[in-house]
């Protein structure tokens, strides 16, 4: 993995390369950026810039042995270190390295995996992950062994806010005084949790989230997805490039249909219909589920924006006429009400909210602004 894999993010490149150049990298860092940035890929491809043998001015040279090994992830200098859970065949000394393999497949196919994505592929969803105490110690045997191969020994330690207390008091004193050659690159999506102890002997780095732009040049690697395909999943996913992935990979929902008639259900109060709707809703994966109601909160924003002017939005033909028709359904306060409404229920699901109770609740309250607007 080479810097140039990622989008955008060019400042974030040059200090490390600069870090490296001048002989300045702290021994532990710590990449902190929100879910769905590159802070993994950052680290990552440092590591592989770190080892490279046969350096670029700006990147490494994905060609030489110790590129080929960073690109499959198979460096015997750079220990991965991530949460895990015991499984059937795993029960004792639960580490990472005994489900490296997973986890290499699971990186690879996707960088901007988050934790759930991981625990989905190795099958750990329904236990309690976390980076043991038996882990603190195998790093540490790790590293009273010589480096094999380069002059840097790497240990990226993959979400260190699955660590255990105890684990990360094992940690400390390695991570204040490691052995020569030794760095420590943490990666958080929520370093907040981590112990004040931790944090003062790390140097933080902040990986901005992506711009939309950087999205959308990532996604240049799919070339039978439109452009309007593009900026529909980026716009339904929050901005989060792993998110809007899987909308583009997932085959598409029929939004615009289901939502009219969910609407027109709510209108005309038929509850045995808006019950079905809330099986139909209760199936669809979670970014289905989340991409759903963020369509409906963009049609729901287009609405209020096109009581002002129509030539504004910027949507296709046929949601044009939905949004013409649907406005004269509601008055403006209701509108606005709505929206506030659907936006809540976004950041409900994304804390996994009850989805059968939050779409029944959902389709009561709207029902009630037609009703009173009817009124
Ligand atoms: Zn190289």
């Known amino acids: 993995m080479k810097f140039a894999d990622i989008p955008g993010l060019e400042e ?5 390369i600069d870090f490296f150049k001048s002989d300045k990298i702290h021994h532990a860092l710590l990449f902190f950026g929100l879910e769905g940035s590159a802070n993994l890929p950052l680290a990552l491809s440092f590591a592989t810039y770190i080892n490279c043998e046969n350096k670029k001015e700006n ?3 994905g060609e030489c042995p110790s590129c080929l090994k960073m690109n499959k992830l198979i460096h015997p200098d750079v220990h991965l270190i991530f949460p895990v859970a015991p499984s059937p065949k795993i029960t004792k000394e639960v580490v990472s390295d005994k489900y490296i393999e997973s986890w290499r497949v699971s990186y690879l196919e996707n960088p901007y995996m988050n934790v759930f994505d991981w625990f989905e592929t190795c099958g750990i969803e329904n236990k309690q992950p976390n980076i043991s105490k038996d882990e603190a110690r195998n790093i540490i045997k790790k590293l009273s062994l010589k480096p094999f191969e380069s002059r840097f020994k790497i240990n990226v330690i993959w979400l260190p806010e699955f660590m255990h207390n105890s684990t990360a008091n094992a940690l400390l004193k390695i991570l204040e005084e490691p052995p020569g050659d030794t760095l420590f690159f943490l990666v958080s999506n929520n370093y907040q949790k981590l112990l ?17 732009e950087d999205i959308k040049n990532y996604f240049r690697k799919f070339d039978d997805v439109s452009e309007s395909e593009v900026d529909s999943a980026i716009y339904l996913s929050g901005s989060n490039i792993n998110t809007a992935e899987k909308i583009l990979r997932d085959a598409t929902v029929d939004n615009l249909n289901y939502l009219k008639e969910w609407l027109r259900n709510c209108y ?11 099986d139909w809703f209760n199936d669809l994966s979670k970014i289905k589920k989340r991409a759903f109601l963020m369509y409906s909160l963009k049609l729901m924003r287009e609405a209020l924006v096109s009581k002002i002017d129509l030539s504004l939005v910027k949507i296709s033909e046929d949601e044009k006429n939905f949004v013409s028709n649907f406005r004269k359904t509601l008055d403006q306060e209701s ?6 409404l659907l ?13 059968k109770i939050l779409f029944l609740d959902l389709s009561i309250k ?10």
């Open 343 to 355: 936006d809540r229920s976004v950041s409900y699901l994304d804390r996994n909210a009850n989805p």
């Open 59 to 61: 990147d490494s040279c």
């Open 196 to 212: 004040s102890t931790i944090l003062s002997r790390v140097q933080m780095f902040k990986v901005k989230s992506f711009e939309d």
């Open 335 to 340: 509108l606005e009400d709505l929206i506030l």
């Open 366 to 375: 709207i029902s009630n602004f037609f009703q009173k607007v009817k009124t």
């Open 12 to 16: 974030e490149k040059k200090r490390l």
């Open 268 to 278: 005309s109060e038929n509850f045995l219909e808006i019950n079905k709707k809330l």
